[in-house]
């Protein structure tokens, strides 16, 4: 079973759609990140929390929001979509005080706002 | 100022043989990491190999290796005997020890195609 889930994987909608992507780990990380992948782009940050209790922004957080439901479970909503926020998302967790600090993946949302 | 800077959009390297992905990065934080990450065309990504900057050999793992030349800001991964599996887009990507988000900066991508 994977460690890190995203919900769905592919999604198309329409743009003033309220979209929400899920993630859920089972990795036990405290910190948890959403980012976007655009053709051509390496990834960019939209939102990070390092615990339930702590949400902060990212390099591109306009037009998004986050909740982080419980230690494993972070979501992130579109609340009107459009079309430029078409991409692929990803989740990703990491541990506190780690050596290193390595981010574990999801599989990735793939978002079409048409 | 771009802080991981990937040259190579494209690589081809023939099947056997070794290839190095470029990777340049700015900093002026003395603490910091370098990490690589492989996107196959299925989109999911994954963690290959990690250098801290204090670290003061080059990382390895399997036919992966870091030829990190801190003078230079570089990073370079280099993959050995290639096989077809490694095609793929190839991420760099930094973590400063003073950013709050603690967050993973990453490079534009270099993709790798393996020929037969």
């Known amino acids: 079973d994977a460690d890190v889930t995203q919900t769905p994987r592919n999604r198309i909608t329409k743009t003033g759609k309220r979209i929400m992507l899920e993630c859920s780990q089972t990795k036990g990380h405290d910190r948890m990140y959403w980012y976007r992948q655009d053709p051509g782009l390496g990834l960019r940050l939209i939102y990070y929390?390092?615990?339930?209790?702590?949400?902060n922004k990212g390099e591109i957080s306009d037009g998004y929001s986050v909740s982080r439901q419980a230690q494993a479970k972070f979501s992130l909503s579109l609340e009107s979509a459009i079309p430029n926020q078409t991409a692929l998302y990803f989740c990703?967790?990491?541990?506190?005080?780690?050596?290193?600090?390595?981010?574990?993946f999801g599989p990735g949302t793939r978002l079409t706002v048409l | 100022a771009q802080k991981i800077t990937q040259t190579q959009p494209g690589m081809f390297v023939q099947e056997k043989e070794a290839v190095t992905l470029d990777c340049t990065y700015d900093t002026s934080d003395p603490s910091y990491g370098l990490f690589w990450y492989k996107q196959p065309s299925s989109g999911e990504m994954i963690f290959l190999i990690y250098?801290?900057?204090?670290?003061?050999q080059n990382a390895t793992e399997g036919r992966y290796s870091l030829n990190f030349q801190k003078a230079r800001k570089s990073a370079n991964l280099v993959i050995s005997a290639s096989q077809l599996g490694d095609s793929a887009m190839y991420f760099c990507a930094m973590r400063e020890a003073s950013g709050s988000a603690r967050q993973l900066t990453f490079g534009s991508g270099t993709q790798l195609t393996v020929l037969p």
């Open positions: 250098q801290g900057s204090y670290d003061q």
């Open positions: 929390s390092f615990d339930v209790k702590d949400i």
């Open positions: 990703a967790t990491s541990v506190a005080g780690a050596t290193y600090n390595e981010q574990f």
